[in-house]
């Protein structure tokens, strides 16, 4: 594992590093995804790093080398946009970082180091011992980079199936995010049971729907 910068990670002697990562954070529709993943610290291979600098083909050969061919040991939690909207989704992310981490450290032998992408306070701010937040851990520590990969992999489908599901807001191409295409889908077609009503572009054409439908209606 490259040096990182923190020192607590780059001295450690731990036998495995188990590393968490999300994907989906700032989309307006589709489910929040988190992955925890484990990996030997001494692990030196090739074909890991940030997800989001991966291609496709790329990120899809990872994803069917480490769940088909040498399966890691990792969890992925999805969270709703109905549980997003009860939450928040600050609160859902910890939650669901939480419960990810929890569940792959049962299944890990040996001694742990555990890093936690973008927190500064891991502990602190996750709740599971000793995690360590470190910004950018998706590019710098590769079982970061195998959770961030597995949790794109992952929404990607999903999104895909959705944009069958629900057509017309482009969801195989834009993910969910708030790109121009999706903004003028919205215009259109209004949300659909996908969308985060909490997101604040979501509330407000929601909201002038409501408007339209009383005006309508008087």
Known sequence: MKLTGNVEIDTSTAEWVVGSDEVGFGSWAGPLIICAAALPRTWSGTGLGDSKKLSEKQRRKAFERWTLETPALHHLVSVSPERIDELGVYEALILA????????????????????????????????????????????????????????????????????????????????????????????????????????PIAKISAKLDDDYFEFGD
């Open 97 to 200: 970082h939480r419960k990810a981490l929890e569940t792959v450290l049962t299944k890990v032998q040996g001694t742990v180091l555990i890093v936690v992408d973008g927190f500064k306070d891991g502990t602190k701010r996750i709740g599971v011992p000793g995690s360590i937040g470190l910004p950018k851990a998706d590019n710098l520590v590769p079982a970061v980079s195998l959770a961030s990969i597995l949790a794109k992999v992952t929404r990607d489908e999903l999104m895909a199936r959705a944009a069958k599901e629900y057509p017309g807001y482009g969801f195989s191409r834009n993910v969910g995010y708030g790109t121009p295409e999706h903004q003028e889908a919205l215009a259109k077609l209004g949300p659909c049971a996908l969308h985060r009503r909490s997101y604040a």
